[in-house]
């Protein structure tokens, strides 16, 4: 899977994305904003911020900024944050999560929600985060993992030659990712229904030059 299959996916989801996504992600975003957003006056980073559903549960005092790479998301974004008067929010930005354009540890936090099994280089993706955020920042990350055993992990199996027309990795393994980021992982905890998805909460102990 590349960036252009990302981009096609997402430009196929966002009429629907609100709707069909919107209610089963919930749980995790609010406790991933909740985690990242602990202390007053923040810069905070949300990189794949698609249609901007988090974006209405950041702290009134925190700077908000947030990047993606689909157009037709973000103009949902720029609509929601006109039309709920977010004010805290200061800017939302096109731009790929393996190569963004801020300087080196510009923000507080960063958080990433359902974006890991997306990008084309999950490395690449989380060197990254941990160069934008600044030393000791909080990194906080949600998404679906590949199942261990049982008819899940089979299911993900036979959907991984797939990831270019369904725009995820469904094979996607915590261990090679948690190897490959180099993320300074303090919890990993269950998260959204039946806990299939996993919140990790880390510690920008390792920034990325």
Not at 67 to 91: C, F, P, Q, W, Y
Not at 203 to 208: F, G, L, S, Y
């Amino acid at each position: 899977m590349d960036l252009q299959d990302t981009i096609r996916t997402y430009r196929l989801f966002s009429g629907s994305y609100d709707v069909v996504f919107g209610p089963v992600f919930h749980p995790g975003r609010k406790d991933a904003v909740r985690i990242a957003n602990a202390q007053p006056g923040q810069r905070i980073l949300e990189v794949g911020v698609g249609t901007g559903l988090s974006l209405p549960y950041f702290r009134k005092d925190s700077e908000v900024t947030g990047i993606d790479v689909s157009a037709e998301m973000l103009k949902k974004a720029h609509d929601r944050v006109a039309n709920k008067n977010l004010t805290n929010v200061k800017g939302i930005y096109e731009m790929d999560a393996e190569a963004m354009t801020f300087p080196d540890n510009s923000f507080d936090a960063v958080l990433a929600l359902y974006v890991a099994s997306v990008v084309p280089n999950p490395a690449k993706f989380a060197a990254e985060m941990r160069r934008v955020c600044r030393p000791g920042g909080t990194i906080v990350l949600v998404n679906h993992f590949a199942s261990e055993t049982g008819v899940m992990r089979i299911v993900e199996k036979i959907l991984a030659p797939l990831a270019g027309f369904i725009g995820f990795h469904a094979d996607f393994s915590l261990t090679n990712f948690l190897k490959v980021s180099e993320l300074t992982v303090r919890e990993i905890k269950p998260s959204n229904l039946f806990g299939y998805w996993r919140l990790l909460r880390c510690v920008n102990e390792k920034p990325a030059g």
